[in-house]
Nanobody, 123 residues
Framework: VQLQASGGGLVQAGGSLRLSCAAS????????MAWFRQAPGKEREFVAA????????YYADFVKGRFTISRDNARNTVYLQMNSLKPEDTAVYYC?????????????????WGQGTLVTVSS
């Protein structure tokens, strides 16, 4: 599976962005898809995940109520809608995919990674 993330950019605090992750090579309908992020000087951290069942979504506490992960299996694409952005959300955002549906918060369990898209939130 090849993953291509896009949609990053510069936004003011309180604004919104929608990230996209387009998959190719295989259909993602049976994959767990996730977003992670890495801020400068920090480790990569979990943001959100969705299993093959779109009702099963998982979020880091710091994005609950602000970010929403969704998937369009027909387009083989996963999205991350980010609202009420804060300067501390500034990071490179990566999409990831795996077959398993457990341990979704752990980076090491993911098999495929995209190249990342930079989100910068100004105060």
């Amino acid at each position: 599976v090849q993953l291509q993330a896009s949609g990053g950019g510069l936004v003011q605090a309180g604004g919104s962005l929608r990230l996209s992750c387009a998959a190719s090579g295989r259909t993602i309908s049976t994959y767990t898809m996730a977003w992670f992020r890495q801020a400068p000087g920090k480790e990569r951290e979990f943001v959100a995940a969705s299993t093959w069942n779109p009702s099963n979504t998982y979020y880091a506490d710091f994005v609950k109520g602000r970010f929403t992960i969704s998937r369009d299996n027909a387009r083989n694409t996963v999205y991350l809608q980010m609202n009420s952005l804060k300067p501390e959300d500034t990071a490179v955002y990566y999409c990831a995919a795996k077959v398993r549906t457990s341990d979704n918060y752990y980076m090491a369990t993911y098999d495929y990674w995209g190249q990342g898209t930079l989100v910068t939130v100004s105060s």
